[in-house]
């Protein structure tokens, strides 16, 4: 499920939420949304997937373009994960980006 930034906000402010930045680590280090755990897509998918658990807590996903983000979400998604959330790109991001 997409969502805008002001839905992320939202949840950020209000639930239990996991943000999943799946750039690679370099990118991660120049800037990320506070608080999101570097998780590359640069691996095979059931590696990816080892530490994500299947559980209530809503995760949430973003990457460059919004390409990689949305495949991984539409790939979590076949896989019966649940409360998995496509933010696209982190260009969609409109306040100050953590560094290191």
Known sequence: MKISMEELERMLKEENVIIYDVR???FYKEG???GAVSKPLTISF???TKDIKKDDTKKV???NGGNTSSTVVK???KLKYENIYDFGSIKNW????ERG
């Open 75 to 77: 790939t979590l998604i």
């Open 32 to 34: 990320h949304i506070k």
């Open 94 to 97: 409109k306040y100050e980006l």
């Open 46 to 48: 059931s590696d990816f």
């Open 61 to 63: 996903f973003y990457c």
């Open 24 to 26: 690679s680590e370099n």
